[in-house]
Each structure stands twice: as C-alpha cells, then as structure tokens.
C-alpha cells in the first residue's frame, strides 16, 4: 500500500511541473495559433538561471523569482522581435519557433557548458518523511503545493478578471474578439511573456527534482507537454491540469512497475484518450 | 446630407480569387441598408472588408467621411461599426453577461443603461444571464449577437444573414427586434430572406459576382418583379 501513496505523491509532483509547461504552450497555441517549439526552451533557461542564481546567491525563493522573470523577458523578446509578424503564417511560425529553440538550446550551451550541472535543493526541503509506511519526498510535497497554487490563481484570474475573460474568448475567436473593438494583439505579448515565465519556473522547479541541469531537458519535457495539450484539449487550462496529472500518475506508475515502458506509456494513454475524445478532455470548437 | 457609411468600387481577394470587383452601397443616418444577391455575390465578403477582416485591395470605405481602409478591426470597432457576423460570434465557454460585457468598449452610465435596455428587449438573455452561452437555443444565440452589437453608440451596425439556420417563428422575433433597434441605428443588412429584408430595409442594393449591379429605394425593388426574379431567382409572377 505504502508504494502506491509514495508513486501517488511522485506522480502529483511530476504532473504539478507538467502543468506548469503545458499551461502556457496551451493557451498560446489556443489564443494565438502558435505552436511554440521554443517553450521547451524556456523551460530549460529557467533551470539554468535558477542553478547559476541559487549558485550565486544561496537563496532558492530568490533563484526561483529570477528565472521565472528570466523566461518572462525572453518570452517578450520572442513575441516582439520574432513571432509578432507572422501571425496566422503557421508553417512560418513552425521555422521560426524550432529556429529559437536550437538557437537558445546552443547558447545555454555555451553560456553554462555542454555537461549537466549538479543542482541541490535547499535544505528545507531535502530530505523525506514517512507516512502511513510510504517515504515521501519532502520537495515533491513542496511541488505539488506550488503546482496546486498555481492552478487555483490561473483559474482565478482567468475566471474573475476581465484579461481572463479576454483571453478565453480569444481562445475561441480572437477575430471576433478584435471586431468587438479589443485589440487582441496587445494580449498576446502578455499572454506568451507569461507562458514563457511559467514554463521557466517549472525548469527552474525541475531541476533540484532531477538534481541537474543539462542541455537536453527542455526538448525532452516540452514533448511530454505537447503530449499534455493533446490529452487536455486545446486552449483549455482545465484540460492541461487533467492531462499533467493523468501522464504524472500514469507515468510514475509505468517508471515502477515497467520502466521501459514509460516513452510508450505516454503515447498510448494519448492515443487511449484521443480514441474516445478526438479533441481532448476539455477540447474547444476553435473559430480562428 | 453626406452618406453615414460609403463604400465606393470596393476591391477585395480571398487567397487568389478576386471576390469583390466593384462593391458600392452608402446608408444614411437612421437608414437601414439590405444588400442582397445569390449565394456566392460578395455580400459577407462586403461586411467582413469593411470590418477589417479581409484587406481592401482597392477602393474606398468611409465612415462619416473618415477612411477605413486599412485599419485593424478593432479600430473600426472603437470609431464606431458594430458587427454581427453570419456565424452569430458568440462565445460558447462565456456567460451572457460576459458576453455583453465585452462588447461595452465603455461602461458608463449610457452603456449600463443600453444594456438595461437590450435585455428588456431580449428577456431570455436576462433570464439566462448567468448562463453559458453555450446553452442557448439558435434564436437566442442571435438575439445575444444583435444585443451585444447595440451596446455602444455605434455609428453603424452590419448584420450578416440574421436570418440564417433559425426557424420561421425565430425569424419573426429577430424581424421584431431589428425594426425595434433600427429606430435608433444606422444599419447594413445582408439577407436571403426576402420577407425579413423587405420588412425592415428603407433600401437595397444588388449584388452579383462582387459587383453592385443595381440599388434603390426597397418600396421600389418589392414593384420590380423582374428585377427580383434576375438577381435574386424570385419567381416573376404578374
């Protein structure tokens, strides 16, 4: 009984940091049209800005804040400078987002060096405690908290104040948004600043889990995100933490019993998914 | 007095294909303007170039005498064109009151008391409030559309095909609440329904292949029954 609370609290944590990366690749791609190759990017210069900040300063809530702020100001860049003028050009965007993600995957590595950097976690929360006979991992414990209150202040904001409402119906047409005299295009820089930000400090967040960071770990994780969007449904917060947690647990559970397995895992619970539901779990009708 | 609304020899493509080839119409304040013609004349085409939505590629559209041409739509909404556009536009995963409040660019006074009024009109959407757009029945989809098209002092509303997909008793409802709006708005009407456009339109203008190919007053057009047969496949009974 113990094991399966233990690959509970593991599967939560690995969905709370999936989530983080597949919230904003969501609504980008949902509002925007954007399939951003680059957030995987994102997710992997926040890892690095966290262990080289945490490495200089000693303080893991200031690294934290820095590397999430990293993301939102490169996240800007990328809108302004890159994507702003190729709105509704999908295959250039394409180009363009895989142009970003192996330019800024080089320069991280040769900002930080091709091999993996050790990254520790504060001693608050190292180490594990027990419960009911299951040994829990006191930073999973402390992932899980921050994905979960991350997913109750997007719900929030998305649900209580008027750029939420903006962005949920520029989800769902962000032509008829603009005919109702909103400029929409003033929102997206926001809204991939903060995908950006938040895809960031699940790198930042990932790597005391992994205990390194290393050139690789964005693409990697950014395919299990893609993965989460498809399971979730497009442009749908919802359906992103229903997908984080059903890949997280289904995960932990294949990486024990059948290690091997996991990559296939994934694609199978997709496939399972999208068999029954071909839009996702929460997919829209989306009118562009 | 100058025209509210002008389009002179508008040119506009979608992709390669050259869809509008010489659209002219004008509407005056407090008019109603119904532009008609067969599937495939050019008349969402029209409504859609000048919101905005597809690039004038010649040609001009003015409003009160100010150019339209190339500005973003949320500009044309914000110096005063309101839209319904042929889908309805709603948004599903938004409530009725969402709905409405983001079509208020302002919420002063004047605008809390337009959207007081709009659901006096439309007491479903007062009832189904705080509902999910999602729920509602096809007439009330487009009563929720024409209500959030009038919550600004639009200079000018385009409506698309309000007609389209509803039931005949539904089209008598959004027949009513266009004749009670145009009172105060100027409006663009395209329409296949003939009934609905002769009853609420002061005048029309003919579509065919992107081309304006005849206008008037509409007391006129009901008398022309070969015109009516020409262009828009009506029977030419004596």
New interface residues.
């Given amino acids: 009984m113990s094991i399966f609370l233990t690959l509970f609290i593991n599967g939560l944590a690995e969905a709370a940091l999936l989530f983080l990366l597949a919230a904003g690749l969501t609504i980008i791609l949902g509002m925007m049209g954007v399939l951003n190759f680059a957030h995987g990017t994102l997710f992997l210069w926040g890892g690095y800005v966290h262990v080289w900040l945490f490495a200089l300063t000693g303080d893991f809530l200031l690294s934290l804040a820095g590397a999430t702020a990293a993301g939102f100001l490169l996240g800007l860049c990328f809108e302004r400078l890159f994507i702003r003028g190729f709105y509704g050009r999908p295959t250039a965007q394409i180009l363009i987002t895989l142009g970003l993600m192996i330019v800024f995957t080089e320069l991280a590595r040769l900002l930080w060096g091709p091999d993996a950097i050790v990254a520790v976690r504060p001693a608050a929360l190292s180490g594990t405690l027990t419960f009911q006979g299951a040994i829990i991992s006191r930073y999973r414990l402390f992932l899980i908290l921050v994905g979960a209150a991350f997913a109750a202040l997007l719900h929030l904001l998305m649900q209580k104040s008027r750029i939420g409402?903006?962005i949920?119906?520029g989800v769902?047409?962000a032509?008829?948004?603009?005919?109702?005299?909103?400029?929409?295009?003033s929102y997206f820089s926001f809204v991939f600043a903060a995908g950006a930000a938040m895809a960031a400090l699940g790198g930042a967040l990932y790597a005391p889990m992994v205990g390194g960071v290393w050139s690789g770990m964005g693409i990697a994780n950014q395919i299990l995100a893609f993965i989460v969007v498809v399971i979730g449904g497009l442009g749908s917060f919802g359906g992103s933490a229903a997908g984080s947690v059903l890949l997280g647990l289904g995960g932990a559970a294949i990486a024990w019993f059948f290690p091997p397995g996991v990559v296939v895992g994934h694609v199978l619970l997709m496939a399972a998914v999208l068999s029954f539901r071909p839009a996702g779990l929460f997919g829209?009708?989306v009118?562009r | 007095m100058p025209p509210v609304l002008e389009v002179k020899d508008l040119s506009a493509f979608i992709g390669p294909f050259h869809v509008l080839q010489g659209v002219s119409l004008e509407v005056h304040a407090g008019e109603t303007a119904v532009v008609l013609g067969r599937n495939g004349a050019g008349k969402t085409t029209t409504l859609r170039t000048i919101?905005g939505?597809i690039p004038v590629a010649g040609g001009r559209i003015a409003l009160e005498g100010a150019s339209l041409a190339g500005l973003?739509?949320?500009r044309i909404?914000?110096l005063g064109v309101g839209?319904v556009?042929e889908?309805r536009?709603i948004?599903?995963?938004?409530t009725v009151e969402?709905n409405l409040?983001?079509?208020m660019?302002r919420r002063d006074r004047a605008a809390i008391g337009r959207r007081d009024h709009v659901l006096d009109l439309f007491p479903d959407l007062r009832i189904a409030y705080r509902r999910l757009a999602s729920t509602l029945s096809g007439g009330q989809r487009q009563m929720l559309a024409i209500a959030?098209a009038f919550l600004?002092d639009s200079r000018v509303v385009l409506i698309d095909e309000p007609s389209k997909g509803l039931a005949p008793i539904v089209v008598d409802r959004v027949r009513d609440a266009i004749l009670e709006i145009k009172e105060h708005r100027t409006i663009v009407l395209v329409e296949q329904n003939f009934a609905l456009a002769s009853a609420v339109g002061d005048r029309y203008f003919i579509l065919n292949q992107g081309m304006t190919v005849d206008h008037g007053p509409m007391a006129g057009l009901l008398k022309d029954r070969e015109l009516l047969a020409k262009h828009l496949g009506m029977a030419a009974r004596p």
Avoid: C, K, T
């Fill in positions: 409402m903006v949920r119906a769902q047409s032509e008829m948004v603009q005919a109702l005299g909103i400029n929409i295009r829209l009708a009118r | 919101m939505l973003p739509s949320h909404a914000r839209y556009p889908d536009g948004f599903d995963l938004l969402e409040q983001l079509g660019m959030r600004n």
